[in-house]
């Protein structure tokens, strides 16, 4: 028999277990909870707002047996709660300890930056209480997020009459973002001007300073280069000096989230969800040769930290493998923030598991971003890098005009033999002194070039610098504005939709600190607050609520009165009439119509376009073509690309391919509603026994009445088409009430 574990360990992933496990001994059990097992309800709010915001927690889908096992294996025994270090790995030990019943005095909380034997020993020697004000700070985020969603997206759903969009609090910053700079680009008007060089030798040497003095590169216009040739027409150009400098180049940091996510994106294509769990794997531990082993520190943080023990490894494998002057002499960067925690940058967990080793260990996409992180790290760690740098400085007779190069050369390599740097050598053949001879002028003509679109590096960098999201939101963010359909991904620009522009353009109008920058920043700022016992979460939501809630009522108010100033001219003409067409939210997506002879025009899906106050520019071929009389879905036949139609036939409405009798291809009506359960297209079908159901084309789930797009006022469930005496109604299954479409639209 094997002897009975005296202790439980309890983390959120099986592969952590395991690493775990190996360090910790014979009378340790650990076990995982698969990720997060309690959350606010799924299909109701869950959040009692008169009751100072009490969230209604409920056991996540599925869960119920990984709780009775964990209730199982931990009876009796000592229970160490051994979540992510972050806040919403305390907010995981926080429900863990409620559902096990464990004694919230009690001293079961483990925390730790890496796995490793001496991290993991420490810190099981060491237990405390959960920190409160941290599961706070995750409680705030969870529920401001619950009550911006929830409260806002019906309206969206009511206004655009598409339950696929959703409004979340951070993400509509970001959103904001890109919506701000693709209006720029569409604004932008390039503008001519000329570059001037002087060629010597197969050399072009820029024109720098005129009078002493920078100039603006635009400022050259045809004009004024021609004022330029002529003054230089008859001139000799002449050496001015030659300056020689040593110039030292400091080694980067160590990698944090946003950084290691620019990184991966950049050098390697990944996208920031892929990178992270690709480090997320490093950081638990992956199986190899040698048993469970954890690569890399954990990956969600924003402090450039490094350990002492870390840095003195560092120094020492620094001196045996390169040479004492390679070891550098590492600051960490100062940071504003005022959380003193026990984070770290993200490092090896071993610096002596060089690429050469991790190559026996690991492999693919681990090895690589491995790699990626072990040379940022050892760079960070090594000694700077020397140039020698010679400035040439030429001048025309009259001095007026100066041109300058910097030729640099690489006297020693330092950190650069780890990570390289952005700007190479480059060296120039002229003389030291004296006339110019044989120089020829030279013009370039060039426009200036408009902002370039963000991609997801660029975005994350740019959010970091905002101070928008977190460490452990910024991959999150990207992907639900990609699955919203707000944002498309282009090679790796990304672009906003006119589903986006229009959605962004709503929460401006109505919910602007929604969209805010300086606001949503303001607001990551107070939860770190209540992270370090400034504030607590309560007074951080009703604070936030009162002037939501104003907000809130001025929008469902205008709703009412149907007074929501929303509304788009196209740029599009009617072919009748010659009038400028509107802008229209149908059941089938985005259309156009003629506000004199009503003429409708389909848009494709996922059109693109762009908003500028209450106009919108989109290009032609956006446009559907033109067929018969027949109401278009707006959606394409699978088979031959054709338009899809709605017929009428024996059995009711159904949908054909507009090129029948070409094309055969027939399918169910939609339903008028989306999916409640995944906001999918339902399907209306008719049984053996000629009775008439619902079915849900993606995930399948089935219904006997009808789904709308409406939500219940009471409840904010799903409602569904239901006849009641003969009338056609809106039922909520879960509160069994029924509500006239009229009134709801009164709503
Ligand atoms: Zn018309
Ligand atoms: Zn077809
Ligand atoms: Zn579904
Ligand atoms: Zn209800």
């Given amino acids: 028999m094997t002897k009975k574990k005296k202790n439980v360990v309890i983390v959120e992933s099986p592969a952590k277990a395991k690493t775990i496990e190996k360090y910790l001994g014979s009378d340790y059990k650990v076990v995982a909870s698969k990720g997060h097992i309690r959350d606010l309800p799924q299909k109701k709010f869950g959040v009692d707002i008169e009751k100072d915001f009490e969230p209604e927690f409920e056991l996540m889908p599925g869960k119920e047996k990984v709780v009775a096992e964990l209730k199982k294996v931990t009876k009796g025994k000592k229970v160490y709660l051994a979540p992510d270090m972050d806040r919403e790995g305390e907010a995981i030990a926080w429900h863990l300890s409620y559902l096990l019943g464990l004694d919230e005095d009690e001293e079961n909380r483990i925390v730790f930056s890496e796995i490793t034997k001496d991290t993991i020993l420490e810190a099981i020697k060491s237990p405390k209480k959960i920190d409160d004000k941290k599961v706070g700070a ?126 991966a994106i950049s050098k390697f294509g990944w996208s920031s969800k892929k990178t992270m769990q690709i ?49 550098g002499h590492f600051k960490v960067k100062k940071s504003k923030k005022k959380i003193q925690d026990a984070h770290e940058a993200i490092r090896p967990t071993d610096v002596y598991i060089d690429p050469a080793k991790a190559k026996k260990l690991i492999s693919g996409d681990n090895l690589k971003l491995y790699t990626l992180i072990w040379n940022r790290f050892i760079a960070s760690q090594s000694s700077q890098s020397i140039y020698t740098e010679k400035i040439y400085t030429i001048m025309d007779a009259s001095k007026k005009y100066t041109f300058e190069v910097v030729g640099r050369k690489r006297k020693f390599d330092g950190f650069e033999k780890f990570w390289s740097s952005s700007t190479g050598e480059k060296e120039y053949e002229l003389p030291k002194s004296g006339e110019l001879k044989n120089i020829e002028l030279k013009t370039e003509k060039d426009e200036t070039k408009p902002p370039s679109r963000y991609t997801e590096a660029s975005l994350v960098k740019e959010m970091e610098s905002k101070g928008i999201g977190r460490p452990s939101t910024y991959a999150t963010i990207i992907t639900t504005l990609l699955n919203r359909k707000y944002v498309i991904k282009e090679k790796s620009n990304l672009i906003p939709t006119l589903v986006g522009f229009i959605v962004s ?60 100033d929303f509304y788009y001219k196209s740029n599009i003409k009617c072919s009748k009439c010659n009038v400028e067409m509107e802008l229209q939210f149908g059941r089938y997506g985005l259309f156009l119509k003629c506000p004199e002879c009503g003429e409708n025009k389909g848009l494709s899906k996922g059109i693109l376009g762009v908003t500028i106050d209450n106009n919108v520019y989109l290009s032609e071929d956006n446009i559907l073509p033109e067929k018969g009389k027949e109401e278009k879905t707006g959606d394409k036949c699978p088979e031959c690309g054709g338009d899809l139609i709605i017929k009428s036939g024996r059995f009711g409405k159904f949908i054909a391919c507009s090129n029948y009798p070409d094309c055969k291809y027939t399918a169910p009506l939609p339903a008028r509603g989306k999916c409640p359960k995944c906001g999918s297209k339902v399907h209306k079908l008719k049984s053996k026994k000629g009775k008439i159901y619902f079915k849900c084309s993606e995930c399948g789930e089935m219904f006997w009445d009808e789904p709308s797009d409406y939500r219940c006022p009471s409840c904010n469930g799903p409602l569904f088409y239901k006849k009641k ?17 009229s009134e709801l639209n009164e709503l």
């Avoid at 350990?307 to 020492?316: C, D, P, R, V, W």
């Avoid at 607050?529 to 936030?544: D, V, Y």
């Avoid at 005496?725 to 479409?741: A, G, R, S, V, W």
């Fill in 138 to 263: 995750q409680l705030a985020r969870r529920i401001l997020d619950r009550i911006v969603g929830y409260k806002i997206s019906p309206i969206l759903w009511r206004i655009l009459k598409n339950y696929n969009t959703s409004a979340g609090r951070v993400q509509s910053a970001a959103l904001k973002i890109l919506v701000d700079r693709e209006r720029a680009i569409f604004k932008f008007k390039p503008k001519e001007f000329y570059k001037i060089f002087l060629k010597y030798m197969d050399q072009d040497i820029p024109l720098v300073k005129i009078n002493g003095k920078k100039y603006k590169k635009e400022s050259i216009n045809e004009k004024k280069k021609n004022e330029i040739l002529k003054d230089l027409k008859e001139t000799k150009f002449y050496i001015e000096k030659v300056e020689e400098k040593e110039a030292k180049r400091n080694p980067p940091q160590p990698f944090i989230t946003s950084t290691l996510q620019q990184s």
């Fill in 279 to 327: 480090a997320q794997k490093l950081y638990e531990g992956i199986e190899t040769s040698d048993g469970p082993l954890a690569f890399i520190t954990y990956m969600r943080t924003d402090s450039t930290r490094i350990s002492e023990e870390a840095q003195k490894k560092a120094f020492n494998y620094l001196n045996e493998n390169y040479g004492k002057e390679y070891t």
């Fill in 505 to 564: 353009d709503l929460l401006e109008k109505n919910f602007p600190e929604i969209v805010d920058a300086k606001f949503t920043a303001h607001m990551e700022e107070k939860l770190d607050k209540i992270e370090i016992g400034e504030t607590n979460w309560k007074s951080i939501l009703s604070e936030f609520y009162k002037d939501f809630e104003k907000f809130l009522n001025t929008t469902e108010q205008k709703m009412k009165e149907k007074s929501l």
């Fill in 725 to 741: 005496n003969k009338e056609e109604m809106l039922y909520c299954p879960d509160e069994k009430k029924f509500f006239k479409e």
